[in-house]
């Protein structure tokens, strides 16, 4: 007999075949050398409560052109908890001819609660050779609730509402905004999106979990009004003449929307599913719904197709599964190409992060993952502690080529252990979160707030850093409420000091006076690492975010087009909107980047990313096309640009060296995006102002407008206020340059960061072989600390600061491999302290 285990046993690989087969409609071929003859069943497992009997119907067809006997029986029928009965033993059919027969199981009360045992049936021909088998799978049903919850999770609740005042207000919150809350009336609507065409019921993802939270508020407090309201919703999805079945999509979004509504449609059915309201025809309705849409989900299930579309698919497959007690079904949406094994043994990368490397969605992925996770412990499985072997990522998608529009989908960085698990999963993007838990923005995404799977994480890993993370939310969702911890422990903040992730590539410099208001440190983050696949910037050796005093002056959502719109690929993704040196207005190639000195100190924090990269032509949008872009490629004659940023952040200010150096002479663009032009100092203006920077349409640049250019001969000061977060830009090499300053796009409305219409381009430019920028980036409020810079060339600088500390720096080999750097504090004359970097260490 099978019980419930941390690791599912293996199905056989028929099975997988039979479930196949049936789901797509093909026929079985017949074995070589045996009598042809086909042995199917439209259904191979069932649940139900103990004593209780399951008839499962099958087909034995003669495939022939001869009359056969065949001989059919249970295996080891001895060995088995549950009594099997066949309805037949022998039966002989004409050529073509089909028998209808039935197994029936009583399930046993010696089976645990969600225990499942199989029966299989063997068919032998006259002289006892074994034909074919299949395999029947019992389940010994748990009693409704155990998906997302329980009724001792639900009791747990109802305490911490009635001894804690943050539990109590969390429930006011939920049950205030789900009174005023209404579903749409269920219709068919039809539009693209962004290209495609397509037709769905109405509903959006998020109405998934609403009746969740529905289902909840009415365990929670006994309103029969939000059990109606759920109860209306899964009888109109689940309609078997108007509902899901007749149309095949629920919500007016993809794969990733779908897979979270089902995820919470099944698991709001699991807690009102045994009410009145929901009579036998009502309950096969609602199987029939749930399993069209697993037969629906198999279809974009890909080896190829890891991403987060695909993975939260895969979860919400995983519940409906769950909610069906459907064991033969989660072992496939585990094992098969693209199930979950696969989504994160490929996806997450040794250093933990999604290999998307973008905050929404790398929390949107470890979040299904984590209610998977919970469910399964509700059921009796283990998630929380599985580890999964570590995969090869192709370096393709299911429907493009590496390389396509400059994407790359493949995995960088050390190779790292050999499995993956969720608690890799659950904690890597806490050092590259600011003071408040916010993840700093990276790839398509904007700033993300602490998601509420950190509840569920701390609750079975009590780790102190997932304490420190919840306790600076308001703990206000439907997860706090019924799976956080009532007290939480005081910690440390884990994230104050300087750290890098090898794989994502991001760097976090974090200056060190202010350790204890870190609201006041300087924090520089800088990538080097993985692209990312769809949803990957062109921006390796990039300044992707600049924080203090609570402020974000930069992000990688600065500016923000729809992904159905031009400007997502020709604007957005491509280098010229991030801080970095962009090479004759084109896009940066993204491939494998190095992080060659990471140092953190006292004095200073300081690291050295390099790339060796071609550049290219942005891809430009065609509505006809799907995926919507014409895509170019590299000039064959463009040989990789060496490229490197150093960066160093002391307690006051920022330096950045930027080392160019190609084979011909290029226009290196050094380019900084800061909000609230106030000043320039050191330029002389050169030509009118241009409407745009670019009229050529496969430039990013013609997306910057109203473009004013400068001419320097000496060092250029820029200085910028937002709104009293002031950021002084100082230019120290090279000294004779072009100078440019423009509006920074605009995609629209505001929000946050994105969109900002005071947000201007400053850029330095110079046309050379080889060339090493220099610059000193001062952010502050009030008044400047810093009296004066001097520099002698590009390779050191003095730094005069208002309070009488001198600080000099130091670079050493910027142009071979051993990059090195020191800074020295002087006070009135005297040598106060110092700091030399070390050498990089190399990970496998």
Known sequence: MKNNTSKFNKIPKHLFLLLFFIATGTTLSAKPNVIESI????????????????????????????????????????????????????VTLEPHAIYNGTLSVIVSDRMPLGGHESSIILIKDEKEELLETLEFITVRSKPHPFLLVTNPVIEEAKQKIAKYDWAKQNLDNMLKELDGFKFPEREIVTKPRPTKVWSSLNYSASDGEK?????????????????????????????????????????????VHEGNFF????????????????????????????????????????????????????????FVALFLQDIPELEYLTEADGGMADQIGKGVMADGWWFEGTGNYCYLVVQRYTLVAQAFKNY?????????????????????????????????????????????????????????????????????????????AYREYKNPDLAWVISKTKRDSWVSLMYGVPELPKTEDPRAESVYAPNIGLVALRSQAEVNTPENQIQAFLKYGTHGGWHGQFDRASLVALDRFGHKYFGTEMVWFGYGNPG?????????????????????EAVPSELLLFYKGELMQASVVETNARWRKIPTWNADKFPPWDDTDYDPNFKPIQQRRLSVVTDDYVVLADYMKSDQKHNYDWLMHPVGFKNIVGAKKKGSTLDKLSTVNTS?????????????????????????????????????ADVLLCNYPNGGKQRDIRNNPDRRTYGVRVNEKEVQFLNVIEPYKGESTILKIESNNSNELSVYLKDGRKQTIEISNMQNENVQIAIKEFVNGKLIKSEQSEMMQTEN
């Open 39 to 90: 042995l199917s069943s439209a259904l191979q497992t069932r649940a139900a409560k103990a004593n209780d009997t399951i008839s499962y119907t099958f087909q034995l067809k003669n495939a022939s052109q001869n009359s056969e006997t065949y001989y059919l029986s249970v295996k080891n029928p001895r060995e088995l908890a549950c009594i099997n009965s066949l309805s037949i033993s022998k």
């Open 211 to 255: 009746a969740f939270q529905l289902a909840l508020a009415y365990k929670l407090t006994g309103n029969v009004n939000y059990k109606n309201k759920v109860v209306a919703l899964i009888k109109a999805v689940c309609d078997k003449e108007k509902g899901y079945l007749s149309i095949g999509a629920a919500t007016n979004g993809v794969q």
């Open 263 to 318: 995820l919470f449609l099944s698991a709001a059915c699991d807690i009102i599913f045994n009410e009145s309201e929901f009579s036998k025809q009502d309950k096969e309705n609602i199987e029939a719904t749930f399993r069209y849409y697993l037969a629906l989900n198999k279809k974009h299930m890909d080896g190829l197709g890891i991403m987060n579309h695909q993975a939260s698919a895969n979860a919400g497959a995983i």
């Open 380 to 456: 009796g499985l283990d998630l929380y502690h599985r580890r999964f072997p570590a995969k090869f990522k192709s370096k393709d998608f299911d429907n493009v080529k590496e390389g396509f529009t400059g994407m790359k989908f493949d995995n960088w960085g050390p190779t790292g252990k050999n499995t993956r698990g969720l608690e890799d999963m659950v904690t890597p993007y806490i050092p590259f979160m600011d003071e408040n838990a916010y993840l700093v923005s990276t790839n398509d995404s904007d700033l993300k707030e602490p998601n509420e799977f950190y509840e569920l």
């Open 568 to 588: 997502y690929k020709e604007c957005v993704q491509t280098s010229a909107t991030h801080n970095m040196v962009v090479v004759d207005e084109l896009q940066q």
């Open 700 to 736: 990013p640049y013609k997306y910057f407008e109203n473009a004013q250019w400068y001419t320097s001969k000496s060092e250029t000061k820029v200085e910028f206020d937002e709104n009293g977060m002031k950021l002084d830009v100082h230019t120290l090499w090279p000294k004779k």
